[in-house]
């Protein structure tokens, strides 16, 4: 498949964090809504990228909380490297929520 758009991901990425919703068929219902002209199959698999985003990032705040904020901050570079394609300020998004909620 050919690299998604980049507005893509990013309402993907926001409905997971908006709806709590990924991977499944109201995740890409509620992407198509938000991006015209993409196909089903888009929106799926822009929504598996947009999960696997949010728990690489969620994995780097745990870490950063496990030790007890003595390790290196959580790298919105190192997102971008690991999961490319999203906007720049989706990664850093992406580490100030999670470490919101890798605190709870």
């Not at 998604?4 to 990013?10: G, Y």
């Not at 496990?66 to 394609?85: F, K, N, V, Y």
Request: with cysteine.
């Amino acid at each position: 498949m050919s690299p998604l758009p980049q507005k893509l991901l990013t309402a993907a990425l926001h409905v997971k964090w908006d709806h709590g919703r990924s991977e499944d068929a109201t995740a890409v219902e509620l992407i198509a809504a938000r991006v015209s002209g993409v196909s089903a199959e888009q929106c799926a698999e822009a929504s598996r990228l947009a999960a696997a985003l949010d728990t690489a990032a969620y994995a780097l705040a745990d870490a950063w909380h496990a030790t007890r904020g003595a390790g290196p901050w959580p790298s919105a570079a190192e997102l971008e490297e690991a999961h490319p394609g999203f906007a720049g300020d989706d990664y850093l998004e992406a580490v100030r929520k999670n470490i919101l909620s890798a605190r709870k």
